[in-house]
């Protein structure tokens, strides 16, 4: 008999910041162009602006475990998504190589702070049963992202201008942080201990 694993909303909220998180770095690839023709950027600098976001998840994933430790995943998922949705509205009105270079770098370290926060998040959720296929779902989404990110922009900027797929995923990022305010989460090991060692 086959188990059937049910996907609650706290799970699908999961996935989908999952997604958002791999579709916001890999959507500017068809956007090069448009970054060349209107701002005048070098391929070699567009290269750079291609891997900041590679140094940004390089840099931050311990950053963000550390965060997690002393805030706890609610509050750590909370500000990684409005920094997203910062960074998401920030990007159309960047117009300088230095500006969309931190961007670029702020947008890596968000996305591997929310992988960080969505792995912890579906540890905590899941059972030892159903723990294995639901990580499974996430790498799945993760890889949906990097496909989706450049096919939706791709597409978006063929009828709209440059500014509509930033505005997008900030939207579902936004949607995603109402989701996330309404969940319910354990305390992080380090504010549990803190907890015990307050005086009554």
Avoid: D, W
């Avoid at 890596?108 to 792995?119: K, P, Q």
């Avoid at 949906?144 to 709209?160: C, K, W």
């Avoid at 579902?172 to 504010?191: D, E, G, K, N, Y």
């Amino acid at each position: 008999m086959k188990r059937r694993i049910h996907l609650s909303h706290n799970i699908i909220c999961m996935i989908v910041i999952s997604l958002i998180a791999n579709m916001s770095g890999s959507m500017i690839l068809p956007l090069f162009a448009i970054y060349v023709e209107q701002f005048g950027i070098s391929a070699l600098n567009m290269s750079i602006l291609f891997s900041l976001f590679y140094v940004g998840r390089f840099l931050g994933g311990g950053l963000a475990g550390r965060i997690y430790e002393k805030i706890g995943a609610k509050r750590l998922g909370l500000s990684l998504l409005f920094a997203e949705i910062i960074c998401m509205l920030l990007f159309p009105v960047a117009e300088s190589f230095f500006i969309l270079s931190i961007l670029r770098l702020l947008q890596g370290l968000v996305a591997i702070g929310l992988t960080v926060f969505v792995r912890v998040t579906i540890n905590q959720i899941s059972t030892t049963e159903n723990r294995g296929i639901l990580n499974g779902y996430i790498s799945s989404s993760e890889g949906a992202g990097t496909i989706l990110g450049p096919i939706m922009s791709g597409i978006i900027v063929s009828y709209f201008t440059l500014a509509v797929p930033f505005y997008f995923v900030a939207i579902f990022s936004c949607i995603s942080f109402v989701a996330v305010s309404r969940m319910t989460f354990p305390p992080s090991l380090f504010q549990t201990s803190a907890a015990a060692r307050t005086p009554s």
